[in-house]
């Protein structure tokens, strides 16, 4: 699936895959997508403005 989604919200989807990843036993890949398919997240734009880093 490839969406057109402001560079913040991938950064914020791969850190929530990332993680899951880790809490649910490490050393695996997680996509996004299939987590969204699994239900257990939601796809959310992120605006400009609501990331702060560090």
Do not use: C, H
């Amino acid at each position: 699936m490839v969406r057109e989604t402001f560079s913040a919200t991938l950064l914020d989807y791969a850190d929530k895959a990332l993680y899951y990843g880790k809490q649910n036993g490490r050393n695996q890949v997680i996509f996004f997508d299939d987590l969204v398919a699994a239900g257990l997240e939601a796809e959310q734009d992120i605006e400009p403005g609501e990331i702060t880093l560090f």
